[in-house]
């Protein structure tokens, strides 16, 4: 039982360059999300999917695309790199109650240049 | 709109020296508050979750309380293993996601 995984742990890319960063449960948890975390700003919401084929804006969504397949993947593209997308990402779980604790992932630090 | 602060923005104590961390909210129709532990280069750690005025929660040397308009993290005599950053977060009644405050960064001095 892994948990939350996300791949990769580091990465740098240049402007304009795309990537998806991989987040995976296997929790069977209906409830995915995504957050970036900046010094001085805490955990930011980027997107979030409450099943399978849904998933809807968090508070900071510009240059960020997410899908949802399936109910152990959940996705994050960015679709054209900015300086302003370094950061770390976590990706987090829950079961579908919204009031239940999160399981957040390791991370993924993202530097663009 | 829903807010979360913490205060202070850090702490600094002396090994043993209890002290308390806020956590103000301002939720319509609070669902849970949450406190989480985040050690450098890693994901937070959920500790505990408080549901209604009144409630408390242990844990080791961790103590959550929660009033109708904030949430307290009592730490009784710290040691440094301790020494985290320490976020608390909220949800409403409308199904909506998590709230999160900027953290509380702890050192304990040994």
């Known amino acids: 039982n892994a948990g939350v995984t996300q791949t990769p742990k580091f990465q740098v890319l240049k402007t304009g360059q795309s990537m998806t960063l991989q987040c995976a449960q296997d929790?069977?948890?209906?409830?995915m999300s995504w957050y970036r975390q900046d010094p001085g700003m805490g955990l930011r919401l980027i997107h979030y999917?409450?099943?399978?084929?849904?998933?809807d804006q968090g508070e900071v969504p510009n240059g960020y695309n997410v899908s949802r397949s399936t109910t152990e993947d959940f996705p994050l593209r960015l679709l054209s790199a900015a300086p302003s997308q370094t950061s770390v990402y976590f990706c987090?779980?829950?079961?579908?109650?919204?009031?239940?604790?999160?399981?957040f992932g390791p991370g993924t630090r993202l530097t663009v240049l | 709109e829903d807010q979360v602060t913490q205060s202070p923005e850090a702490l600094r104590l002396q090994e043993g020296e209890s002290s308390s961390l806020n956590c103000s909210y301002t939720v319509s129709g609070l669902r849970g508050l949450f406190w989480y532990r985040q050690d450098p280069g890693k994901g937070p750690e959920f500790l505990f979750t408080l549901y209604s005025a009144g409630e408390e929660k242990e844990k080791e040397r961790l103590k959550a309380t929660l009033t109708k308009k904030e949430s307290f993290l009592h730490i009784t005599a710290p040691k440094p293993e301790d020494s985290a950053t320490y976020l608390c977060?909220?949800?409403?009644?409308?199904?909506?996601?998590?709230?999160f405050g900027k953290g509380t960064r702890l050192s304990v001095i040994a």
């Open positions: 977060a909220a949800v409403n009644s409308g199904n909506t996601p998590l709230v």
């Open positions: 987090a779980t829950k079961p579908g109650e919204v009031y239940n604790e999160q399981f």
């Open positions: 929790m069977n948890h209906e409830y």
């Open positions: 999917s409450v099943g399978a084929g849904i998933t």
